[in-house]
């Protein structure tokens, strides 16, 4: 089993809420990552957790606020955003972070509109 | 940096027609290689992968054979079927050990094909 569950599968706020997308694995992964994809374009990593801490953060503004409660769940909490921020937004896990390890499976995503 | 390029679609096909996608990449190292392919409405699949030169990765009828001499990727099917519609993305995982399994995604192909 290699699934990776994301909900809500779609979300429509405004520019002044305050809302979280919820990524959750049961796969025993100890890498997690979020990713965002605009319509026709190939997805760009926001995040990277490696055993439940923050490892890499591809300088994305501060209205993205990652967090990794434990090692089979990771939120994404959203907060003042732009219309520009709508997407598909993707979370995948790996095994490891570890490069012999590290084959990442992703979740069917959430399609959010910011309004 | 690393890169991946991707022949520029979309591609167009009959049912039972024969499919390349072509895939090329720049690396330092000794990247992993990734077929991932996004149905309409859905997130990423893992379709095949390769670890090291001369590998060839299969999975549903596709294949795709690690050639490091030519820096290349490429997909290939025999035969396809309208159910393989879909935007197929070559991707890399740098070999470095500080990367945490970043990939690199090309910009993805969109396939069609007609009964």
């Known amino acids: 089993d290699t699934e990776v569950t994301q909900t809500p599968k779609h979300l429509v706020m405004g520019m002044t809420n305050k809302k979280s997308l919820k990524c959750e694995q049961h796969m025993g992964h100890r890498a997690m990552y979020w990713y965002k994809q605009k319509a026709k374009k190939p997805p760009e990593l926001m995040f990277v957790y490696s055993y439940e801490k923050l490892s890499i953060n591809e300088s994305v503004p501060s209205r993205f606020s990652p967090e990794c409660p434990n090692s089979s769940l990771l939120n994404l909490h959203l907060h003042a955003l732009q219309p520009e921020d709508s997407a598909l937004y993707l979370c995948?896990?790996?095994?490891?972070?570890?490069?012999?390890?590290?084959?990442?499976?992703f979740g069917a995503g959430t399609r959010l509109s910011v309004l | 940096g690393d890169s991946v390029t991707q022949m520029e679609g979309p591609v167009t096909l009959s049912e039972e027609a024969f499919l390349t996608i072509n895939c090329t990449y720049t690396?330092?190292?000794?990247?992993?290689l990734f077929w991932y392919v996004q149905y309409p409405g859905e997130g990423l699949q893992l379709l095949l992968k390769a670890t090291k030169a001369d590998d060839k990765g299969s999975n549903k009828g596709f294949e795709a054979t690690y050639r490091k001499e030519t820096t290349s990727f490429h997909l290939e099917k025999g035969s396809v079927q309208v159910s393989d519609s879909a935007v197929y993305f070559c991707a890399l995982r740098d070999a470095g050990g500080t990367s945490y399994g970043k990939l690199t995604f090309g910009q993805g192909t969109i396939l069609t094909v007609h009964p």
């Open positions: 995948a896990s790996s095994p490891s972070p570890d490069m012999s390890k590290n084959i990442q499976y």
């Open positions: 690396a330092t190292g000794y990247p992993s």
